[in-house]
């Protein structure tokens, strides 16, 4: 460190503290210049013992006029800093649960609408196929069950993915950000927040019927999608390992309304097989539009993925939607569905994975962030819709062969 004059009480004196516990990274600048080494989540901790030492933003301000130490890095110095958020549901909350509900990404809906739409089209096929047919009662009911699985367990994948990867997310701009990664939130209470995530998911799939079979869905799930942040270390295809666990959702949703769909015939269960396979390629081109705003900086930190591997993103959807649609077709003809499913579920399919292929370009971040918020709602939506229609053509036909007087259970 270089040594400076006129510095004050108070600089000294975190000057000496910082040379007593050698914490690296740690520049001292004038607040019109920036520290070229960021300040880790692991260094704030040390901190803690000056009381005029405040993290309110990515940068840290010392308690003396002039003199601030930034963290995130040189290549963001052009960025705008935190602010706390002004407007929607996390402006409302007490100040110390903001990072936390940032954690879980309670303000960014479109991770979640990824999570649980393999859900709704578990429940439309699962609908789709038990005889007798089952009541809207009882799907709206465990429709509503698993939504708030879902709000828990993507929260928890988010909290650990944060964790792992909060050196990494100081170096892409779009991540910097994140409660772990500025401080806001340190690596221990980081655990111990997904500990009681994990426990609350647990409560909720005791609620669900055949809660019991659940478990043996939601363990694997859980433990999938926690090692999703470890598989960008090793792997160049995250995106697969992350589509297991979100599509095993179909199955679980199956098993939630008691419907066996993989013994009760050959052909149910191939169905079964490709409607799971069809998913897992939609979770992948998804997340892969979702990293493509991260291509640059992902690069630089060594961060690996379908999106650094494969730059052509019209083929890449492309090849991958067609084999999602192809999968989507095979399913209606294994499961005998009617011209209901084929044409919502997979003409719509077809339709808007086309138009996606077309409109994301990497160097677009904007069209990237439109798909990865809405993608779900439109092509997972076209998707539910077809299955629900054939599961509400089933209920119109049993209400219409019942006796007159016969009554419907609830």
């Avoid at 401080?183 to 019991?212: C, N, R, S």
């Avoid at 919502?344 to 409109?359: F, P």
Wanted: charged share 15%; aromatic share 10%.
């Amino acid at each position: 460190m270089s040594k400076r004059t006129h510095l004050g009480h108070q600089m000294l004196r975190f000057r000496g503290f910082c040379d007593q516990q050698r914490i690296p990274g740690i520049s001292f600048v004038t607040s019109s210049q920036w520290c070229q080494n960021p300040i880790y989540t692991d260094q704030l901790a040390l901190l803690k013992p000056l009381k005029k030492v405040a993290a309110p933003s990515s940068r840290i301000y010392l308690g003396y006029r002039g003199f601030s130490v930034s963290a995130g890095g040189k290549q963001f110095a052009d960025l705008p800093p935190y602010q706390p958020p002004q407007k929607g549901a996390l402006s409302t909350l007490p100040t110390s649960w903001v990072p936390y509900a940032e954690l879980m990404r309670i303000e960014k809906p479109g991770g979640l609408y990824g999570f649980y739409f393999p859900y709704l089209i578990g429940l439309g096929y699962a609908a789709s196929m038990s005889q007798p047919v089952i009541s809207p009662a009882s799907l709206i009911c465990t429709g509503g069950l698993l939504l708030v699985w879902n709000v828990v367990l993507r929260g928890a994948a988010c909290t650990i993915n944060d964790n792992l990867d909060r050196d990494l997310d100081r170096q892409v701009a779009r991540c910097r950000l994140r409660p772990i990664a500025r401080g806001a939130v340190t690596p221990a209470q980081g655990h111990m927040f997904y500990a009681v995530e994990t426990v609350a998911g647990a409560a909720i799939i005791t609620q669900l019927p055949h809660a019991a079979d659940c478990f043996y869905h939601a363990v694997p799930i859980l433990a999938l999608v926690s090692l999703y942040p470890l598989a960008k270390r090793i792997t160049d295809f995250p995106q697969v390992v992350l589509s297991v666990p979100l599509a095993w959702g179909i199955l679980m949703s199956c098993s939630a309304l008691g419907v066996d769909v993989f013994t009760a015939s050959g052909a149910v269960a191939g169905a079964t097989s490709c409607l799971v396979a069809s998913n897992m390629l939609w979770i992948i081109i998804l997340d892969y539009v979702n990293a493509c705003q991260d291509t640059t900086d992902d690069i630089k930190a060594g961060i690996r993925s379908m999106a650094v591997r494969y730059q052509n993103t019209t083929a890449f959807i492309s090849v991958l939607g067609t084999l999602q649609v192809s999968l989507m077709v095979a399913t209606g003809i294994l499961a005998n569905l009617s011209s209901t499913y084929f044409v919502i579920a997979c003409g719509g399919n077809a339709i808007l994975l086309t138009l996606m292929a077309k409109s994301v370009n990497r160097k677009h971040h904007d069209v990237c962030a439109w798909w990865f918020l809405n993608g779900s709602l439109l092509v997972g939506g076209a998707t539910v819709l077809g299955l629900f229609g054939e599961y509400l053509k089933n209920l119109v036909n049993e209400n219409t062969l019942k006796e007159p007087g016969e009554k419907s259970e609830c």
